[in-house]
T-cell receptor, first 114, second 114 residues
């Protein structure tokens, strides 16, 4: 079965640079989520989109922005990168209305800021 | 606000034995969903099992089962016949029926002793 696809899988950027992460949800899923997981931490919710509209917002820095496109893929844009932004970024997707709205995660994108 | 607590940062179990991971949560909602996710060294986030709060019957998936105590707000995971491949970080997670996002506990690192 198709899963959530994230790209790139690994990314190295310098401080103050910009990075863009892409996410392709499971086909027919209408909701996309972004999570950030720092070293030794649990995943922290950043933002979610339902039917291309922002549906919820968590602890996402103002330097970050995201959107969901007409084909339901999503992009997370991170500007003025800081060392503390180094983390594993998960994208996840779900289909609203299904039992539990179970959220399925991609394999994550590793961002290293140097 | 909802919270998820995993009081066991680390646990160890002998291969082929049974182990139980604890999770408690706090919520004022009546309808919600609970999950256990497994994160192996590859850092992929894998859904292990899901429980709907309105169901009294405990969920079971092969060697994995839960003990869901709604009144006590407890949701423990039992792994039977532990295998080396079960070694991972296990996250308990909560999702309200009206919420998009899921909230994670801090995780329990499970070691399997050969």
């Amino acid at each position: 079965a198709a899963g959530v696809i994230q790209s790139p899988r690994h990314l190295i950027k310098e401080k103050r640079e910009t990075a863009t992460l892409k996410c392709y949800p499971i086909p027919r899923h209408d909701t996309v989520y972004w999570y950030q997981q720092g070293p030794g931490q649990d995943p922290q919710f950043l933002i979610s989109f339902y039917e291309k509209m922002q549906s919820d917002k968590g602890s996402i820095p103002d330097r970050f922005s995201a959107q969901q496109f007409s084909d339901y893929h999503s992009e997370l844009n991170m500007s003025s990168l800081e060392l503390g932004d180094s983390a594993l970024y998960f994208c996840a997707s779900s289909l609203a209305g299904t039992a539990g709205n179970t959220i399925y995660f991609g394999e994550g994108s590793w961002l290293t800021v140097v | 606000a909802q919270t998820v607590t995993q009081s066991q940062p680390e646990m160890s179990v002998q291969e082929a034995e049974t182990v139980t991971l604890s999770c408690t949560y706090d919520t004022s909602e009546s309808d919600y969903y609970l999950f256990w996710y497994k994160q192996p060294p590859s850092r992929q986030m894998i859904l292990v099992i899901r429980q709907e709060a309105y169901k009294q019957q405990n969920a079971t998936e092969n060697r994995f089962s839960v003990n869901f105590q709604k009144a006590a707000k407890s949701f423990s995971l039992k792994i039977s016949d532990s295998q080396l491949g079960d070694a991972a970080m296990y996250f308990c997670a909560y999702k309200g029926d009206r919420d998009d996002k899921i909230i994670f506990g801090k995780g329990t690192r499970l070691h399997i002793l050969p």
